[in-house]
C-alpha cells in the first residue's frame, strides 16, 4: 500500500510536495491565515520558537527534525501510528490534553 502511495504522489507534483513535511507545515499555515504577510510571520515565529525551545523539550526537537526532513514521510506514519496505539493503550487523548486549536 506504501508503494503505491509513492507512485501516486510521484505522478501529481501538487501531491508530492504535500508530501515534504516543511511544504506541508507551510501549506497549512496558508490555508489557515490565507494573507502572505501573516503566513510569512506565522512561518518565521514557528521556526523561531522551535530554534529556542527543541533543546529543552523532545516533541519540539522531534518536530525540529521533521522540519529539517532528518525524517521521511514514513517516520512520519510509524510516529503517527504509534501514537495512536499509546492513546488506545493508555486511554489518552493527545488532543484534548494539548488542547482543541489544531
Not at 501516486?8 to 491565515?33: G, M, N, Q
Not at 490565507?34 to 519540539?60: F, S
Request: aromatic fraction near 14%; hydrophobic fraction near 40%.
Amino acid at each position: 500500500i506504501t508503494d503505491l502511495q509513492k507512485e501516486d504522489a510521484s505522478t501529481d507534483p501538487a501531491e508530492r510536495d504535500s508530501a515534504i513535511f516543511p511544504i506541508f507545515v507551510l501549506d497549512h499555515i496558508s490555508k489557515r491565515y490565507g494573507l502572505q504577510k501573516l503566513v510569512d510571520q506565522t512561518a518565521w515565529d514557528l521556526l523561531y520558537t522551535v530554534h529556542c525551545l527543541r533543546k529543552n523539550h523532545l516533541e519540539i526537537e522531534i518536530f525540529a527534525q521533521f522540519l529539517q526532513e532528518w525524517y521521511d514521510p514514513d517516520d512520519l506514519l510509524f510516529f503517527m501510528y504509534l501514537r495512536s496505539v499509546i492513546q488506545k493503550l493508555l486511554n489518552v487523548s493527545f488532543k484534548n490534553r494539548w488542547g482543541s486549536e489544531s
